[in-house]
């Protein structure tokens, strides 16, 4: 009997294993149910914009000027703003998390304002939640300069303007203007689908043939290496693309997140993350025998880093230089750049491709140890 390559056998261990895919509800489960939950949550509830920011407003003046700059921050987009006559009434409120900050217009705001002094404005937040407060104080005083330049020109003191703004800004955002959450969120989410059923499924799939006792059998057949592990990889790379798919087609059909580059960049992006992915799970598959085990480290190994290290949700910059140079063993990491790329940018060649690069150098060194390990397991 011939031991060479053999599409045959190839075939046939294709066949069983998606045989045993379409009789597990569990796989499809991850594959398809666990990607409509994170795309709910993600699209619906998380929320990392500013956009009506809980705040206090006491106005301690009965002034024009006071009264004019208190309507200025209730009628702007970014606060929802409860009004008190003083902080006492407002500190429950801060404390109980039912606002993020307190603009205090002090008593003598009019009076200073009428001899052309600077009136300024007092601002207590919410240090628990240091993005926030920074945001509420910088816009809170961007407000209150912009109100001052405003009525310098109407009562015709435009040499005050510099006086109250001596910086003008003109903001221009780039492929987000609206400044959308989930326009970069939900491509972040298809990275922890792909990393779901890439390394979770197939960290299962060698340990759930030790566990059954299906691998002696197996072992007494010629089949090689190679046949085995693309056996077991094929039915996996083709649902994990499969799930990509609904997750680019939920993206942009249902949550409205733009889909600027070509499906051709998208799918090359995800193909080749699904190399590391796929690697890593048959690694820890094979190195386990245990399919508990597999799991947890899969979920430690791959899920948890994707979260939390790969820049989707926190951005790599801001964390501390030992987390920094962590990252960079991370395969996660050089998936979601290109990918939330792709969607809100374009093909954008000169960064795609060198994370493209990097992906594939982890997918050869994950199915090395795999081929490995798998080999010795075999002997």
């Not at 007092?122 to 407000?143: H, K, M, R, V």
């Not at 395969?331 to 939330?340: D, E, F, H, M, N």
Request: net charge positive; proline share 6%.
């Amino acid at each position: 009997m011939s031991v060479g390559f053999s599409l045959r056998r190839l075939r046939a261990l294709f066949l069983k294993e998606t045989v045993q895919i379409l009789r597990d509800p569990s796989t499809f489960l991850i594959a398809f149910l666990l990607p409509l939950i994170l795309l709910i949550l993600f699209g619906y509830g998380i929320n990392l914009d500013s956009g009506k920011t809980r705040i206090g407003l006491v106005v301690q003046d009965d002034s024009q000027a006071a009264l004019s700059l208190a309507t200025t921050f209730r009628n702007n987009r970014w606060f929802d703003v409860r009004t008190a006559r003083s902080i006492e009434q407002l500190k429950p409120l801060i404390v109980n998390d039912k606002i993020r900050g307190i603009i205090v217009i002090p008593q003598d705001f009019g009076k200073k304002t009428e001899k052309g002094e600077t009136a300024p404005i007092q601002i207590i937040t919410d240090g628990s939640l240091p993005n926030t407060a920074d945001f509420i104080a910088a816009y809170a005083e961007g407000l209150r300069a912009t109100w001052a330049a405003d009525r310098a020109i109407t009562r015709g003191h435009p040499e005050l303007v510099a006086k109250a703004m001596p910086v003008q800004l003109d903001t221009r955002v780039w492929f987000n203007p609206s400044l959308t959450s989930r326009y970069f969120l939900i491509p972040g989410s298809i990275a922890i689908v792909m990393t779901m059923i890439g390394t979770l499924l197939t960290a299962l799939v060698v340990a759930r043939e030790w566990e059954r006792g299906t691998m002696e059998a197996m072992m007494a057949t010629p089949m090689q290496m190679t046949e085995f592990i693309a056996s077991k990889i094929l039915p996996y790379f083709t649902l994990g693309l499969g799930s990509m798919v609904l997750c680019t087609v939920l993206a942009v059909m249902v949550f409205g997140v733009p889909l600027r580059g070509s499906l051709f960049a998208l799918f090359l992006i995800a193909a080749t993350y699904l190399l590391p992915a796929l690697g890593l799970g048959l690694f820890i598959s094979s190195a386990t025998k245990n399919q508990f085990a597999a799991s947890q480290i899969a979920l430690m190994t791959g899920f948890l880093p994707t979260l939390l290290l790969s820049g989707f949700l926190f951005e790599i910059p801001s964390m501390p230089k030992p987390i920094q140079w962590l990252t960079v063993i991370v395969p996660a990491r050089y998936l979601v750049p290109p990918l939330q790329t792709v969607f809100a940018a374009g093909d954008i060649w000169s960064l795609i491709l060198p994370n493209v690069g990097i992906m594939l150098l982890f997918g050869i060194g994950f199915f090395l140890l795999s081929f490995l390990t798998t080999r010795r397991s075999l002997d």
